[in-house]
């Protein structure tokens, strides 16, 4: 059996790609997978200018509302912005908006979401709630929402987030928390897309 999984990003950094390009490998472990990682384009400030961008980000295919109603599993990622997902990635969302009014033809499909924060506040940013914004497009639209299993070590954590821990027990904790990941510096790696 043969399904369609599409990895859906928006970002202008490496970090979130390789993320996602990760995630896309995973996913191609699965047998019977037909993985294709897709960026959403910049509806809102345009393209124009490459060099906001990492190298090699404007080279991968682009997202369309079709692509994701041929998906059966859709991993869409965004950076986390005020603790919301980037409004790229919500305007794509607006597009997929009469999906709902057609008879829900999302209904069933698979949902998950990733993301990553960073900046001055060194990545508390609000990714769970970026994360469930995510979520609540899936639930809204009759998706199947697919979140990650949690770690042993949050089981047994005192507080279940990276918040209050020494920062030694913060950098061990964001590589293992939920699905996203923190940038701890502003340097900026290029990256390279696979399809």
């Known amino acids: ?14 970090r979130l790609v390789t993320l996602a390009n990760v995630i896309a490998e995973g996913a191609r472990a699965v047998e019977g997978a037909d993985v294709r990682v ?5 509806t809102i400030r345009g ?9 090699g980000i404007l080279d991968c295919a682009v997202a369309t509302p079709e692509d994701i109603l041929e998906s ?26 009469a999906f709902h009014s057609n008879g829900c033809a999302l209904k069933g499909k698979i949902g998950s979401s990733f993301t990553e924060v960073g900046g001055a506040g060194q990545g508390y940013g609000g990714h769970e709630i970026c994360l469930m914004t995510f979520h609540s497009f899936f639930l809204q639209h009759g998706m199947i929402a697919v979140g990650v299993p949690p770690l042993p070590m949050l089981e047994t954590a005192p507080n279940a987030t990276v918040f209050g821990k020494t920062q030694s ?24 897309l696979e399809d």
């Open 1 to 14: 059996m043969v399904f369609r999984v599409s990895v859906v990003f928006f970002s202008k950094s490496a």
């Open 38 to 42: 897709l960026r959403v384009r910049d």
């Open 47 to 55: 393209e124009d200018d490459a060099s906001a961008y990492d190298r």
């Open 72 to 97: 059966d599993c859709i991993i869409f990622g965004s950076p986390t912005r005020h603790g919301r997902m980037a409004p790229e990635m919500s305007a794509f969302f607006d597009r997929l908006a």
């Open 169 to 192: 027990e913060a950098k061990r904790t964001r590589r293992q928390f939920q699905a996203s990941t923190h940038a701890s510096s502003s340097r900026r790696d290029s990256c390279t």
